[in-house]
């Protein structure tokens, strides 16, 4: 195989994939509809990149049905011009998590599961066993890492592979995990699985694709009973004693949170552990990095070291912006319980102070099924601008709009816009010092012109 082309390039899945292919020699290339920062990063390595979906260039490249791997994300549509063409010309084309099952046949594969902080719990796996020497892995990440602007690391001597798997299109039961972390099970992607019955069976089904004699690893509580293979344990975590490893004795102060860490079982005591990202929700993601990384042979100092070294993922709660008037935080939340945790962290951190949440809906299905409960969340803040639904590969729905989460919005000061008219919104209300951006679609594209605009007001 020389030539691997992919198609939706720059989405956070495929960018990896577009990584190691690079990085085992393969001739890589790859179609996206707009830039955006995984493509510039790809481009920065050399891979090419085009963004006009005309399928007539395909009819003079070297690429053959005999030396090319086409990779396509699920975004992109069925009648996709290179799709086509690729497809009635034998190519061999697989989904991007079909792809990403074969890499994984050749490592022992931890995989993070769950509807919302399997990124940053990848991520932050992958950075406690990046940072022990004796230990590595290869991973393929959901984000972009903050400490080494990529989706991707790779370690020669490992013969682990981290993994986020996505349950979007069930996509992660391509995977077959030596060990695997569930974080969530709240309700989503309804419009793949039907209803959230349908949603918790998939769950169940990718826990009991984990290889016997391996471990599962889910936080407690969760309303998931799956049928494992032989051998394959189960450990919960949590914040209570009752969960086979758990945190407590949490302090929070100066900018800094640090909590103990239990393994009672295995007798470890971590105390005072410090977080990194100053997020509470990052201790239940360390709680189950720090437990997954020890059964793979971390040591407890190591452990410590690559938590407390760890910068978080872009767009996960980034701090962008740090003046004497204005902080701009930005974060990828776009499920309502990722919300509520968003703001409610925001809130715990900078106390008192008054906040501006710009909220860009993600999905018009995700929307009609959940505006009530994004307008509580955005309801616990001052201010509240919500812009239009971000539709990504989904055709508009009658009657869903943004307007629906407006409309239900109690925050004493609330606007709706465009993308457009944001900027000059902005210009024409009084900002209160804390600002943040949330959601999984365009909203990134708008962070630097925002900051830029709250530099000059400082």
Request: net charge negative; charged share 20%.
């Amino acid at each position: 195989m020389s030539y691997v082309y992919l198609i939706g390039i720059g989405g956070a899945g495929m960018s990896a994939l577009a990584r190691y292919y690079d990085f085992k020699g393969c001739n890589v290339s790859g179609y996206d509809r707009s830039h955006n920062m995984y493509t510039d990063e790809l481009e920065q390595l050399g891979i090419a990149i085009h963004y006009d979906s005309d399928a007539t260039w395909l009819e003079t490249a070297p690429m053959t049905p005999d030396n090319t791997l086409v990779i396509y994300t699920p975004a992109i549509p069925h009648d996709h011009p290179e799709l086509c063409y690729l497809r009635s010309h034998h190519f061999r084309v697989l989904k991007r998590a079909e792809a990403l099952g074969v890499i994984a046949e050749s490592y022992r594969t931890l995989a993070v599961a769950g509807s919302h902080g399997k990124t940053t719990t990848t991520n932050m796996l992958a950075h406690i066993l990046d940072g022990a020497q004796e230990v590595g892995c290869t991973a393929f990440i959901g984000g972009l890492a903050v400490d080494t602007g990529s989706n991707f690391i790779y370690t020669g001597h490992s013969d682990l592979l981290v993994v986020e798997a996505d349950e979007y299109d069930r996509s992660f039961l391509h995977l077959n995990p030596y060990m695997a972390v569930v974080t969530s099970t709240d309700a989503d992607h309804l419009d793949i699985y039907g209803d959230y019955a349908g949603y918790l069976a998939g769950f169940e089904q990718f826990c009991s694709q984990i290889q016997p004699g391996g471990t599962l690893l889910m936080k407690e509580g969760l309303p998931i009973k799956p049928h494992l293979a032989e051998g394959v344990r189960t450990l919960t975590y949590g914040h209570a004693p009752t969960a086979d490893v758990y945190y407590d004795h949490v302090t929070v102060g100066d900018g800094t949170i640090r909590f103990d860490w239990h393994y009672p079982e295995a007798g470890l005591h971590l105390e005072q552990v410090r977080l990194g990202v100053p997020v509470r929700t990052n201790l239940e993601n360390a709680t189950a990095a720090m437990t997954i990384a020890y059964l793979n042979g971390v040591a407890p100092a190591d452990i410590v070291r690559g938590v407390e070294s760890f910068r978080g993922t872009k767009r996960r709660f980034e701090l962008v912006l740090q003046t004497d008037r204005h902080l701009l935080i930005d974060d990828y939340a776009h499920h309502p319980v990722e919300l509520d945790s968003s703001i409610r962290s925001i809130k715990e951190i900078y106390g008192s102070e008054d906040v501006l949440a710009i909220f860009q809906p993600h999905l018009y299905s995700r929307t009609a099924d959940f505006y009530k409960d994004f307008a509580e969340s955005l309801s616990h803040v001052d201010q509240v601008i919500v812009l239009d639904i971000y539709p990504a590969r989904e055709e508009p729905m009658p009657g869903v709009t943004s307007e629906l989460i407006y409309k239900e919005l109690t925050a004493p000061h609330r606007w709706l816009c465009t993308k457009e008219e944001l900027l000059p919104l902005l210009r024409q209300i009084e900002l209160p010092r804390v600002v943040v951006t949330v959601g999984a679609g365009d909203i990134d594209k708008l962070v630097l012109p925002i900051r830029d605009y709250l530099a000059t007001l400082s």
